[in-house]
């Protein structure tokens, strides 16, 4: 098999003294979903912010289509084409929901690409169109979540990362969320998803891997492990 588009190989991070992640590798093929679930404080956003370059990785190695982005100088992490949807969405308050999009677009000069892409996020969320002008912290959590997706996709991202796609969401926003990720993925992009919630993350994610205190327990097709009865027993209450 060809070498992954996106790998994470025995990573180990944490805060100070304190280590959180735990030799972690987790890699995702070219134009798939790749979810990362488990219980809370397993260390997922730890993981995230270790690939944005946010938490500096103590060992290991982070290549994105085969550029090394584990301590990489930062320009490099930039310009890799990282886009990462924070826990708790983080919308900038005071400015419109487009402007917030548009936020995401701060590194790029390709005008029309730019105005292509603001259609696109308007197409796949209504809402955010109608509500271009509104101060974007002032939505609902579910808008807002439509927002910072938005804002990720208008950097135009090899590798969309979402931390915690359905916190706190009414189960068909989350459905059209869900619904949202796998037309993005149809035009060729990758996603990583964190989710605490092993149903949806299943329903949307070619494979999954299952973290539990810093260290990756358990890792599959979304098919194979949605049927594992240690899976379903521990994180679908079923
Ligand atoms: N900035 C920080 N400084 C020190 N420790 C931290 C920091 N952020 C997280 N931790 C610790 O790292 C561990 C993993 O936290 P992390 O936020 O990565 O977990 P998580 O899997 O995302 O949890 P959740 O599902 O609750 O979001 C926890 O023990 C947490 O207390
Ligand atoms: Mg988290």
Redesign the pocket.
Known sequence: MSDPFFAVNSVQAG?GD?R?LWDISVSIQRGEIGCIV?????????LLNTISGLVKPTAGSIKLDGVELANAPSDVVLGAGIAHVP?GRRLFKGLSVEDNLMLGAYLRDDLQDIRNDLAFVYDLFPILKERSRQDAVTMSGGEQQMCAIGRGIMSRPRLLMID?LSLGLAPRLVDRLSEALLEINKTGLTILLVE?DVMTAFEIADHAFV?ETGRVSMSGTTEDLGADPRIRESYMGI
Request: charged share 20%; aromatic share 6%; hydrophobic share 25%.
């Open positions: 805060y304190v959180v488990g219980s809370n404080g397993a260390g997922k956003t730890t826990e915690e605490q973290i």
